[in-house]
């Protein structure tokens, strides 16, 4: 029972996906039934960990067409146009994923540092002259939860939308 | 018949004429020629020499020098042309300037004898909406001689001597003190043409040829528009250049010079350590106070040019929005004006709330206040009338100090008084602003008021007030308003206020400056204004505390959306302070400083 778990196991470490909490259940004591959930919960977590990377990398680099493309319906993706980059907190818990019962949607929690650029209103004669020579912006890095819904579809696991909260 | 130093008008008050392109021309022709003006006897190091100076973006120059003050010239290969030339040396720099006759177009060169670099600054006529103001494109490149290998280095823009601050006595006896708070801009003061008065601001380069020689320039646009360039020996304060353009009176500036300075000292600069770049901004389409140029145009650079974009409106027009609108001290998301420059301002007081008192000053009114409440007060001048009632706002910069904030309601010119009273010491300063003013009527003026306050155990002095100070001549302090707006002052003479505008690399870039005060409240603790003449009108009065490195503030400004005043407030570092304060002392002998 358990030998089935190992390589997927193997398959996540590769993968660099955190599975403390998975190594440490008590393997012997799963019921088939159990093991099957159990992987599409690994399955799901996989996949949602994935995407998450995915969309990080696609706004760090600018692609918010390739970003936008992440999310079950495209059009509807709600990635603010302030977020320059978005990282994870290198000294925030492991990112924590919720499977739904039935396996076809997930939730991410990750605690990210959120650098975002804001225009400056231009009404005083300092604020004019910094953006006249290429300022006029306020940049600020918050640490932020980012609230990540994920939705099985036909075509596999995408991002359903997106939400930051404060820390 | 005793004269007065003083011109009729300043810089940014005069009408300069727009010269045509023909009229330029036409008054370059006899001066190309013969070869710019010279007090100091000219260098003959180029006499008889033959070389090309080839840049590596620009042209290629192929000079013949047939005496000191005579050469050909050809550009690119093409046909040569005969010119009068003026060159100097600056130890292994030879700098010389000559302009193309029958054309608008002349250069600047500067020849590292001993590297074989050079720099060659493309100056021009009617590249910018004013047709008199110079137009420049830096080449860098080398000396190409036969037998010689190119050298691989090349001059560069730098940002190594931001921060200086020099006297200059050019041997035409012309006096000024040119400071270097900006990587891009530059700031100076006329203390021989004009008296001194104020400081100007205009674009410069800062190019370094090493660790010790710096090539600058200048371009007094919104001006005169005159080019000035010099090399400067840093170690043995001495400089070489040229200044060209057209003066005041529309006459001619060309000529070569060569000048010793003093030290004036450095002051603090704020990009990383490790960061040495210079270099202009290029120019922001769109942005105001700017033409629309080409980024990509030769030559192009961000240059600030405020009074473009400024709303001049009439009496009738400033009476209008002023009735229209009144926003004073509201919340910065209700569009109070400056919503960016009191982020990092300090918590209003509630101190006065609750006490009455009168404000005596010495050249205007009497001020009766009743403050109800920490943001409601009402006012009678002179003892006479009716109560009004008013919004204010109070800040406690020290202990008993306070400055606040009013408008005048229903005063003909819609005054506002900035105030500081010491309770401690029963004495009280307004900058009283008002609009109407003769040049915009919605620019701001101000007028100096020393008092009095009378109050309940308050006897205040019979002879004592606070005065003018020179504590904070030749400071520069930055003012952090928000993230991403940070400022520094510059106190650049007993009357005016210099701002530098950080980039976001922490260099200095764009500046700019006009008329101010500076009052001593109590040790470390300054009330002073800046007034955005020609610029975008506002009266900015702010309490220093060099204590709290804090200060507390209010804009008055007005424009088409109405009149406003608002808190200004920032955290501040004391950028470090030249001292140039002898240079403006008034002397018995002859009145010269």
């Known amino acids: ?167 | 018949m005793a004269r007065t130093p003083y011109p009729k008008q300043q810089f940014h008050r005069l009408k300069w004429t727009a010269l045509s392109e023909a009229t330029i021309t036409a008054r370059l022709a006899p001066v190309a020629a013969a070869g710019p003006a010279h007090a100091s006897t000219l260098s003959n190091a180029l006499s008889g020499e033959t070389l090309r100076i080839v840049t590596d973006k620009g042209p290629s120059l192929t000079y013949r020098f047939r005496s000191d003050d005579r050469l050909t010239v050809a550009q690119d290969g093409g046909r040569a042309v005969q010119a009068g030339y003026g060159a100097l040396d600056l130890g292994k720099v030879t700098f010389f300037a000559h302009l193309i006759p029958g054309t608008m177009q002349g250069f600047a060169v500067v020849m590292d004898q001993a590297s074989g670099m050079a720099t060659v600054f493309e100056l021009w006529f009617g590249g910018q909406q004013e047709k008199r103001e110079v137009s420049r494109a830096i080449w860098h490149g080398y000396v190409d001689r036969a037998g010689r290998e190119p050298p691989a280095a090349r001059n560069v823009a730098t940002n190594r001597i931001e921060g200086k601050g020099f006297y200059w006595k050019q041997d035409t006896g012309a006096e000024t003190l040119e400071f270097y708070p900006s990587a891009t801009y530059s700031h100076f003061v006329e203390l021989t043409r004009t008296g001194g008065e104020l400081g100007f601001c205009g674009p410069s380069d800062y190019i370094k040829i090493d660790d010790e020689t710096y090539i600058y320039t200048r371009t007094e646009s919104e001006f005169s528009g005159i080019f000035t360039i010099y090399v400067i020996d840093l170690n043995r304060l001495e400089q070489v250049g040229l200044r060209l353009g057209f003066d005041a009176a529309d006459k001619v500036d060309y000529y070569v010079f060569r000048g010793n300075g003093e030290w004036l000292g450095q002051i603090a600069q704020f990009e990383k350590f490790g960061d040495t770049s210079g270099g202009p901004a290029l120019p922001r389409p769109g942005a105001t106070g700017q033409d629309n140029t080409d980024p990509d145009a030769k030559g192009a650079r961000a240059i600030y040019r405020p009074l473009k974009t400024y709303p001049k409106m009439t009496k009738a027009e400033v009476d209008a929005a002023v009735a229209k609108s009144r926003r004073i001290f509201v919340p910065p998301a209700s569009g109070s004006g400056a919503s960016g420059m009191a982020v990092n301002g300090a918590p209003s007081s509630g101190g006065l709330a609750g006490k009455t008192m009168t404000v005596r000053y010495d050249d205007g009114p009497a001020m009766e206040y009743r403050f109800d409440k920490a943001d409601s007060l009402r006012w009678r001048m002179n003892g006479a009338g009716d109560w009004t009632t008013a919004r204010y706002q109070a800040w406690e910069s020290a202990p008993g100090v306070f400055i606040l904030g009013h408008l005048l309601e229903g005063a003909p010119n819609h005054d506002g008084h900035m105030v500081v009273i010491d309770l401690d010491h029963g004495l009280a300063t307004c900058f009283n602003g008002f609009v109407n003013t003769p040049f915009y009527a919605n620019e701001a003026g101000v007028k100096t008021w020393f008092g009095t306050v009378e109050a309940e155990n308050i006897v205040p002095p019979k002879y004592r007030r606070h005065e003018h100070t020179d504590e904070l001549l030749g400071r520069a302090l930055t003012w952090n308003y928000a993230p991403g707006l940070t400022s520094m002052h510059l106190y650049s003479t007993p009357n005016t206020v210099s701002w530098i505008i950080f980039t976001d690399t922490g260099a200095g870039g764009m500046e700019w400056s006009g008329p101010g005060e500076f009052v001593k409240i109590r040790d470390d603790l300054y009330f002073a204004y800046w007034l955005e003449e020609a610029c975008n009108g506002t009266l900015g009065t702010i309490l220093i505390n060099m204590r709290t490195m804090h200060d507390a503030g209010i804009g008055y400004h007005c424009g088409p959306e109405g009149l406003s005043m608002s808190q200004v407030g920032a955290h501040s570092r004391h950028a470090g302070k030249f001292d140039i304060a002898k240079y403006f002392a008034i002397k018995t002998e002859g009145g010269k400083a």
């Open chain 1, 1 to 167: 029972m358990t030998t089935e778990a190992v390589p997927s196991r193997r398959s996540f470490l590769k993968g660099g996906v955190m599975l403390a909490p998975f190594v440490a259940a008590p393997a012997a004591a799963l019921a088939p039934d159990d093991s099957r959930s159990r992987l599409t919960r690994l399955e799901a977590e996989m996949a949602a960990r994935s995407l998450h990377a995915d969309l990080l990398r696609r706004i760090n680099t600018g692609d918010r067409i390739g970003a936008a493309a992440l999310f079950a319906d495209p059009r509807s993706a709600r990635i603010d146009a302030n977020w320059i980059t978005v990282a994870a907190a290198a000294d925030a818990e492991p990112d924590a994923i919720d499977v739904s019962a039935d396996g076809r949607r997930a939730c991410g929690r990750h605690v990210c540092m959120v650098e975002t650029i804001s225009a400056m209103a231009l009404d005083s004669t300092f604020a004019q002259m910094a953006y006249a020579q290429g300022g006029g912006h306020v940049r600020q890095t918050e640490r932020k939860v980012m609230i990540v819904d994920y939705v099985r579809n036909e075509a596999g696991w995408a991002i359903g939308q997106v939400q930051l909260t404060s820390a």
